[in-house]
């Protein structure tokens, strides 16, 4: 799969909802690996009419996080969200299915530069939880991801540009580090990336997202609890050399997503990484100063 020293603010896992972002089994997507089964028990496939299109993350008992661009509209006729699932093929002794009662697009998506690609999904019935079905935590509004902040990206989809991740087509794990939104527009060669959304990648190239990942969570682990940071959006082909791939910031979304989830609020963490300056401007990789130099000359 082309998958697309922090502060620990909350110490009690008992302060967030449902315990969010644990992990009771877990003790790659282009350039990635296999997960083992239970390592994210948030990662869902949303799918219509039996097929896979897209990822996405449980962040309560009843809602769904994942991309607006999956959808051509907003009706949920169809839909059906899969949770505990570990292969789109063959047995899954521990899936369970859901169909989708509501679907609500950011009102301020742009399917022309995708900013605000992110939506929410309301499931039929709760989903009880159980050690393969579990909400993430999401990253709350003052988090930041600075240069080099290790993530993991997850999903179903192609392991190279126009290939087909191979029988049984199971889950797929891929660590990234991210990459400050600055030196992120330098490399993509234009001003794409704007501050609701966040890059991750290496410049070396051979990780990253891909197509069939959209909507997928990227999370970053902070003591014992995963925060989800990102959203699967897009990228210029897949793990291509100093293109990394580009997610949707969960962090500019809190007030929105607290104001349409009025009870069994999901669990937001303040995450922190002491690191570079989270616009990449300190030790800027050698490569993308000189990109970077082209850009303004």
């Given at each position: 799969?082309?998958?697309?020293?922090?502060?620990?603010?909350?110490?009690?896992?008992?302060?967030?909802?449902?315990?969010?972002?644990?992990?009771?089994?877990?003790?790659?997507?282009?350039?990635?690996?296999?997960?083992?089964?239970?390592?994210?028990?948030?990662?869902?496939?949303?799918?219509?009419?039996?097929?896979?299109?897209?990822?996405?993350?449980?962040?309560?008992?009843?809602?769904?996080?994942?991309?607006?661009?999956?959808?051509?509209?907003?009706?949920?006729?169809?839909?059906?969200?899969?949770?505990?699932?570990?292969?789109?093929?063959?047995?899954?002794?521990?899936?369970?299915?859901?169909?989708?009662?509501?679907?609500?697009?950011?009102?301020?998506?742009?399917?022309?530069?995708?900013?605000?690609?992110?939506?929410?999904?309301?499931?039929?019935?709760?989903?009880?939880?159980?050690?393969?079905?579990?909400?993430?935590?999401?990253?709350?509004?003052?988090?930041?991801?600075?240069?080099?902040?290790?993530?993991?990206?997850?999903?179903?989809?192609?392991?190279?540009?126009?290939?087909?991740?191979?029988?049984?087509?199971?889950?797929?794990?891929?660590?990234?580090?991210?990459?400050?939104?600055?030196?992120?527009?330098?490399?993509?060669?234009?001003?794409?990336?704007?501050?609701?959304?966040?890059?991750?990648?290496?410049?070396?190239?051979?990780?990253?997202?891909?197509?069939?990942?959209?909507?997928?969570?990227?999370?970053?682990?902070?003591?014992?609890?995963?925060?989800?940071?990102?959203?699967?959006?897009?990228?210029?082909?897949?793990?291509?050399?100093?293109?990394?791939?580009?997610?949707?910031?969960?962090?500019?979304?809190?007030?929105?997503?607290?104001?349409?989830?009025?009870?069994?609020?999901?669990?937001?963490?303040?995450?922190?990484?002491?690191?570079?300056?989270?616009?990449?401007?300190?030790?800027i990789h050698l490569q993308c100063f000189m990109c970077c130099l082209q850009c303004v000359a």
């Amino acid at each position: 799969m082309a998958l697309r020293k922090w502060v620990c603010i909350f110490t009690l896992a008992s302060l967030l909802p449902a315990v969010c972002g644990m992990t009771p089994l877990n003790t790659r997507i282009v350039g990635g690996e296999d997960a083992p089964p239970g390592s994210w028990p948030w990662q869902v496939s949303l799918q219509i009419f039996g097929g896979h299109v897209c990822g996405g993350s449980l962040i309560n008992k009843e809602w769904v996080m994942t991309a607006a661009h999956c959808f051509f509209s907003a009706s949920p006729t169809d839909w059906h969200v899969s949770l505990g699932r570990q292969n789109l093929q063959g047995e899954n002794p521990n899936e369970v299915t859901k169909s989708v009662d509501t679907i609500i697009l950011h009102p301020n998506y742009d399917s022309v530069t995708s900013d605000n690609d992110i939506a929410l999904l309301r499931l039929s019935t709760p989903v009880q939880f159980t050690d393969y079905i579990r909400p993430v935590c999401l990253a709350a509004g003052d988090s930041t991801f600075n240069n080099g902040t290790d993530s993991w990206v997850t999903g179903w989809g192609a392991v190279q540009e126009g290939v087909s991740l191979p029988f049984p087509e199971t889950l797929q794990e891929v660590q990234v580090p991210v990459l400050g939104n600055r030196q992120c527009n330098c490399l993509n060669g234009v001003g794409t990336v704007t501050d609701n959304m966040i890059c991750a990648g290496v410049l070396a190239g051979g990780k990253d997202s891909c197509q069939g990942d959209s909507g997928g969570p990227m999370v970053n682990q902070q003591g014992s609890i995963w925060v989800q940071s990102g959203v699967v959006s897009f990228g210029f082909g897949c793990a291509r050399p100093n293109l990394p791939g580009v997610y949707s910031r969960v962090s500019r979304y809190q007030s929105w997503i607290e104001s349409l989830i009025s009870s069994d609020k999901p669990g937001f963490v303040q995450f922190t990484f002491n690191g570079l300056d989270p616009t990449g401007k300190p030790k800027i990789h050698l490569q993308c100063f000189m990109c970077c130099l082209q850009c303004v000359a």
